[in-house]
């Protein structure tokens, strides 16, 4: 990566089921020396992105109940567009309240059964995301998403549960730049195995690449 930011969004407070600030701590000490972090809950950030500025955006929010205004999702878009990465780490799917978000992310969150120990499986270890990621079992929520039949993605890691398999990663291209989203992150502890540290490296230099 070069000089630029990346900005990590999300959410803190008592009506938040994940809150921003443990996470941040997680990922700082994950890939805090590939480029500077800057933090915000502040949504009208979104409007002011700039591909000279920031690489890429790590969205952890938590806006279920929030709307994602029209000028924030057109600010998101077209930084993507124009060759910016955007990582979505589990709850951050909630851009989804954005149709036009959830239809760049590429998939919904539908439900999720209760947390509980699941496995994870990269479906393609060719592929550059899983370089140096093995397969890991870890306590989480088992998120169901709803894949957007218009919106093609490339899924390299899938959960296992109760005998089938879910998507868990995938990535695809929107424009001129990047998206992952990658489901594991309910909270701290999912950030512990080393294999999703690593996934997580590997997603962010991925995304903030551009095309």
Not at 144 to 170: K, M, S, T
Not at 198 to 209: D, G, P
């Amino acid at each position: 990566m070069n000089e630029r930011k990346v900005l990590l969004i999300g959410d803190n407070g008592g009506d938040v089921w994940h809150p921003l600030d443990p996470i941040r701590r997680q990922l700082a000490d994950i890939v805090g020396d590939l480029a500077p972090f800057v933090v915000t809950e502040d949504y009208d950030s979104l409007k002011k992105l700039t591909n000279d500025e920031y690489d890429a955006v790590i969205s952890y929010t938590d806006c279920w109940r929030k709307e994602v205004t029209p000028e924030q999702t057109a600010g998101l878009l077209a930084f993507v567009a124009g060759g910016g990465g955007l990582l979505a780490l589990h709850n951050g799917i909630s851009l989804q309240s954005s149709y036009e978000l959830a239809q760049m992310v590429g998939g919904k969150f539908v439900s999720h059964p209760p947390y509980q120990p699941l496995s994870y499986h990269g479906t393609n270890p060719s592929h550059p995301l899983l370089h140096g990621v093995e397969d890991f079992t870890m306590n989480e929520e088992p998120y169901v998403i709803e894949l957007d039949p218009f919106a093609p993605v490339n899924i390299f890691l899938e959960y296992q549960y109760e005998g089938r398999r879910y998507p868990a990663g995938w990535e695809r291209r929107y424009g001129l730049g990047k998206v992952v989203y990658l489901q594991p992150g309910h909270d701290a502890r999912s950030f512990a195995p080393e294999s999703y540290r690593q996934l997580i490296r590997n997603s962010l230099a991925w995304v903030a690449n551009g095309a």
